[in-house]
């Protein structure tokens, strides 16, 4: 887009949707989870088949990321609020667990813009939103989960910077230990129906418009791997002790890579971690943060 367009910052500040009630399915926990790799991780692990199939299934900590209502995201396409829509890049997501997420039945979610930050013309503009998900009362809080997205064309618009996101910074020593997992060549079509169908994930050509070889993996099945392995190694398998989960994007994943999570024990319960790429030895996650009770 050839003409600046100026943010609105102040009417997206004001923006908070009112608590909306959305149904989730059983298949629809399934299908994020195999989004995910739990496929392949439950046929070399047949405990893990608890996440993929029907009788008594789990719903993994990562599926906030795709519950509750539209929220207030549809602002980011309305003229109204300046936003360049073609140069939004998610960079980081984060999510605080109080209480067990239900597989199926009511989720009650409300969200809000709750930060702007001007990193001045070049480098854009910083927004943070936060989605809450509650039980199907709507009283009890099961979840707070924050976005940060980078609005790359506008920057300049006259805001602050002070106290924009600074990345975790990992101990200054060699990781504490690693683990790694395998992604499927087919991996982002499976994630995709979990709600985000974006082409560039799925379709050759626009994914070369866009200036990749070839589709890549979603930012939050990335998101989701990360934390499977984490799980794995360090909470015994045990999702439920998983309470808080940060990262920041660095580089996107092509469907087929491995992913290799380094972590640091950083005190009790708390490690930071980042991820890579092993086939091309690239770091695709920084700044990882996870509290294990």
């Known amino acids: 887009m050839s003409e600046k367009q ?3 910052a102040d009417k997206l500040l004001e923006l908070r949707s009112d608590k909306q009630s959305g149904q989730r399915t059983v298949q629809e926990t399934i299908l994020y989870n195999l989004g995910i790799g739990f496929g392949p991780a439950a046929i070399e692990d047949e ?3 608890r996440f993929v199939l029907e009788d008594g299934v789990t719903a993994f900590p990562t599926m906030t990321a795709v519950m509750g209502g539209s929220g207030v995201g549809g602002a980011f396409s309305d003229p109204e609020y300046g936003v360049n829509f073609q140069m939004i890049v998610h960079g980081e997501e984060s999510c605080e667990l109080f209480g067990k997420l239900p597989t199926q039945g009511t989720i009650v979610s409300d969200t809000s813009i709750d930060n702007i930050w001007d990193l001045g013309e070049k480098k854009g503009a ?5 989605k809450r998900l509650y039980d199907a009362t709507g009283n009890g809080l099961l979840a707070n989960c924050t976005s940060t997205i980078m609005l790359r064309g506008n920057g300049g618009y006259g805001g602050s910077a002070e106290g ?3 990345v975790h910074t990992a101990p200054d020593r060699e990781p504490d230990g690693a ?8 991996q982002a079509l499976v994630y995709r129906l979990s ?11 626009f994914a070369k418009m ?8 979603h930012g939050l099945c990335t998101y989701g791997v990360c934390a499977r392995i984490l799980v794995g190694a360090l909470a015994d ?32 319960g708390n490690y930071a971690f980042q991820a890579k790429v092993v086939e091309r030895d690239v770091i695709v996650v920084k700044g990882g943060q996870a509290r294990i009770v």
Do not use: C
């Open 6 to 8: 100026i943010l609105a």
């Open 195 to 205: 709600g985000d169908t974006n082409p560039l994930h799925s379709t050759p050509e």
């Open 164 to 166: 924009a996101p600074r």
């Open 237 to 268: 398998r045990d999702e439920t002790r998983l309470q808080y989960f940060k990262l920041r994007f660095s580089i996107p994943v092509f469907p087929g890579e491995t992913i290799r999570v380094e972590y640091w024990h950083e005190s009790d």
């Open 126 to 130: 910083v927004l943070q939103m936060s």
């Open 179 to 186: 683990a790694e997992s395998i992604t499927r060549p087919e």
């Open 210 to 217: 866009a200036g990749f070889p070839r589709p890549i993996l």
């Open 47 to 49: 405990s893990l088949l």
